[in-house]
Structure formats: C-alpha cells, structure tokens
C-alpha cells in the first residue's frame, strides 16, 4: 500500500513539473516582451518594411491594410511611428503586454511564435485611453 501511494505521489509531482515546466515565469515574459519591442525599435531604425509587418500582429497587420488601402509593406512606410529609445517600464498580463519606452509606448500580444505588436506609437490620454498611430481593430 505504501509504495502505492509512493507511486501515486510521484505521478501527481512529475505531472505538476510538466504543467508548470511548460508555462512561462513572470520574468521570462517581460524579458520576451521587452526583447520584441526592443527587435521592433530597431526595425523601425533600419528602414525594413518587411520585417516590420513580421513584427505586427495578424489584426494590426490587417488593420493597417484595410486602412492604407495597400499591402503592409507600403502601408508601413505611411505611417509616422516615432523611435522610442530606451524601455523604461515593462508591464505583462497574462498573454498581453505594455512596453513603456522613453517616447513612445507599446502593447504587444503573446502568439505561438512569439510576441507581436498590436500598437505602436501610444501617448497616455490623462482618464481616457492611449491615442496610438498604429493599431489593430
């Protein structure tokens, strides 16, 4: 009976290690959060359209098309999305996130490949929401 419940016990733990094994630590999001909006700076540096578009989430991306009348990579080009600098503040909730940056603020989306943009170029409205140049419906 006892090696049993021993064996019961070391089921329950190993199956609790995976499940928690597979989910992200707090730190571990804000780190992928803040690196994408940092790669996303610095495509916004290097005049690469593509790469920005690859940067954007499925909605913005399509957002951004559907309001430019254009495929994303001249739509991009269109839109006056200013350099940000350095973050100052990264805040992750569950699979969303806000990137503070030193002149601009970003909020991206957690997907299966990885953290996507969803807004970019937001300035707080004092007791309204962000007004952002870039965004998803």
């Known amino acids: 009976m006892r090696k049993v419940r021993r064996l019961g016990t070391l089921i329950v733990l190993s199956l609790c290690g ?17 690196a994408a909006a940092t790669g996303f700076e610095r495509l916004l540096g290097s005049d690469d359209p593509e790469g920005l578009c690859g940067a ?3 909605e913005t991306r399509a957002a951004l098309e559907e309001s430019e009348k254009a495929d994303c990579e001249k739509a991009i080009a269109a ?11 990264t805040d992750v909730y569950g699979r969303q996130a806000r990137v503070v940056l030193a002149s601009d603020t970003l909020f991206l989306s957690r997907f299966a490949d990885g953290w996507k943009v969803v807004a970019a170029g937001c300035v707080p409205r004092s007791g309204r ?3 952002c140049t870039l965004q998803g419906g």
Do not use: N, T
């Open 18 to 34: 995976l499940v928690l094994g597979g989910c992200d630590s707090a730190g571990q999001r804000d780190s992928a959060a803040s």
């Open 56 to 58: 954007l989430a499925p």
């Open 79 to 89: 839109q006056e999305i200013p350099l940000g600098g350095e973050i100052r503040a």
């Open 129 to 131: 929401p962000y007004q």
